[in-house]
């Protein structure tokens, strides 16, 4: 299921996938994050785990990968609807459109809640250009699995959509070390 959005996803308009990704590779920071439970039982990337799994760095940088704990490989098979999975709360998103993030790969099914009432939030905060405006070169992956044994660091990613006009594809991530592991 790993898919790549464009803002075409939440926003009318002839906005392709194809047309954000304006180049092959990416420089990418992978970090872990363990979601917060929250008082009403919802499990968040929030802006504080988000902060401390960055260990305060907010250096700029094209591609932000975030795998979720506990990480196991069931997370490839198993079946999200109606379960309420992990997502991003508003303000860690507008930490990674601050750090200047131009595509986030994420290990959940959505960064929205399962059910906000199609307020998608996290996206728009994502994709947001101001004044109602957004921004159509950014991308969101989600449902990247990334293995326990690959460390959180700088890596050159490579994001590979099927070349059709949508705006969301199945895609292919790569990733590879710019650092000794």
């Known amino acids: ?27 990418a920071r992978l970090v872990t994050v363990s979601p917060a439970a ?3 039982g919802d ?6 785990n988000l902060l401390h799994s960055l260990d305060s760095v907010t250096e700029k940088i094209e591609a932000l990968i975030i795998r979720t704990l506990p990480n196991e490989i069931s997370k490839c098979t198993t079946d999200y609807s109606g379960a ?24 959940i099914p959505s960064v929205d809640r399962e059910q906000d009432g199609a307020k998608f939030a996290s996206h728009k905060a ?11 070169k950014k991308t969101i992956t989600e449902l990247v699995y990334i293995d326990n044994m690959v460390k959180d660091g700088l890596y050159l990613c490579s994001i590979a959509p099927l070349r059709i006009l ?3 594809s199945p895609s292919r991530i790569l990733i590879f070390p710019l650092q000794k592991q």
């Not at 499990?43 to 504080?48: R, S």
């Open 38 to 40: 929250l008082d009403t």
């Open 126 to 136: 994502f994709w947001a250009d101001g004044d109602d405006q957004y921004s159509t």
């Open 166 to 168: 949508t705006d969301a």
């Open 84 to 107: 309420n999975p992990p997502y991003i709360e508003v303000e860690a998103m507008e930490l990674i459109v601050k750090m200047g993030v131009q595509h986030l790969l994420v290990d």
């Open 1 to 27: 299921g790993t898919h790549t959005e464009c803002v075409g996803h939440i926003i009318a308009g002839d906005y392709f996938v194809a047309d954000a990704l304006t180049k092959q590779h990416w420089i």
């Open 43 to 48: 499990l968040c990337i929030t802006y504080q």
